[in-house]
C-alpha cells in the first residue's frame, strides 16, 4: 500500500508530448530560417556552455551564491579564481539562463543554477563526471571508436571504464555521488508514475548507494528492499537508509551480477545498467535475475529507449557515450529491448515514458 508521501506532481504524458512537440518545432523552425552554415557552426559551439556548467560545478559556485547577490569580486575570492575570466564564464552563462546578471558584474542563481548546488534536485556530481577528467579524455577518440566499433577505454586507461574507476578511488567516489544525482531525478519520476502496490520485496540490481530503492521504500511502508552491488559500492549503504528512514527495512548485499543475484524478490530493478553491456551479457543478467524470482514476478528496466525516428532524444546522444567508454553498450530501441527479454524467458509487458529521459521497461516471466 503507497503512503500518501508529498511525491511531486508531474505533468500527464500528454501535456508533456505536446510541449515537447511544440518546443522541436520552434527549434527546427529557427534553424531552417537561417543560413544552413550558421547553423551548424551555431550547433557546433554548444559544447562550450558544457564545460563551461562543468567548470561552475568545480568552483562550487552555485552554493557561493546561493540565495543571495554576489557580485563577481566576491566570487572569485571564495573560488580563488580571476575575477575578470570568471566574470567571462558568467556572463556566457547567464546568457543561457543559467545564473542571471542583475547589477553590473554581479549574480544571483536561476531555477537552473540552483540544480548546481548541493542537496536535493542536485545535477552537481553527474555534471562533474560526465564532464571531467575521465570521459574527456575519450571524447576525442569518437572518430576511432565510429570507424572501429570499438571502446577506447583500454586504449587510454588499460582497462575497461568501471576497473579504472575502481582502481581511482577520487573518480569512484565522484561516479558513485552522480549516480545517486541521477537516482534522485529518476526516483522521484518512478513512484510518480509507477505502481509497486503488488511488490512485496524489491531489489536494486546495480542499485549504487541505495538511492533509488531507499525513495521507493518511503512510498511503501509494507515494502522490504535490497540494494545489491559491488562491495566498494554499497559500503555506504546505511548511510543512505538511515537519510531515508528506511534501515529497518533495507538491505545492502554485496556481489557480482554476473554471479548469483539476491533470490525471494517479487520485484527487481535495474537503472541504466543494461545499457553499459552487449546484448549477449544483457541476457546472461536478465537469465540471472529470472533463475531469483518466483513465477509471478517482474523486472524493471529504466533507461532511454530509442524512438526509430528523426526526433532529437537524450538517448540518441547518451548512447555515443555508450560507444566510446563501454565494450558493446548501447542505449536500445523498443524491439531490442524486446529482443533481449525474449531470449532471456521474459516478456516485454510494456514501457511506461516519463518526463525524465528515462522510461520504465516491464518484463514478466
Known sequence: MKSKNDTPKFPPMWVFNLLSGFRRFLYNLYFRLIPPNVAVFEKAQRFWIAKA?????????ADIIDSGH???????????????????LMRALASDGIFKETDKKAFINTPQSNALKEGKGSMKYMIEHQLGETNLAMLPELTNSIKTGESVAHKLFGTDIFEHLKNHPDKNELYNKAMSNTSDIFSEVFVAYYDFSGIKKLIDVGGGEG???????????????????QSH???TGSKIFEKFGVRDRAEAVAGS???????GGDGY???????????????????????SMP???MVLIAETVISEDNKPEFGKLFDLQMLIGTEGGKER???EFENILNEAGFKLNRIIDTVSPFSIVEGII
Open 53 to 61: 556548467i562543468g567548470v561552475a560545478c568545480e568552483l562550487n559556485i
Open 70 to 88: 554576489k557580485s563577481i569580486d566576491e566570487i572569485a575570492e571564495k573560488c580563488d579564481a580571476d575575477p575578470d575570466s570568471l566574470y567571462r
Open 211 to 229: 538511492y533509488l530503492i531507499s525513495r521507493i521504500l518511503t512510498d511503501y511502508p509494507d515494502m522490504q528492499g535490497v540494494v545489491f552491488d
Open 233 to 235: 559500492v554499497v559500503k
Open 257 to 263: 551480477i554476473f554471479e548469483e543475484i539476491p533470490s
Open 269 to 291: 530493478i535495474m537503472k541504466n545498467i543494461l545499457h553499459i553491456f552487449d546484448d549477449k551479457t544483457c541476457i546472461r543478467i536478465l537469465k540471472n535475475i529470472k533463475s
Open 295 to 297: 513465477a509471478n514476478g
Open 333 to 335: 530501441t523498443l524491439k
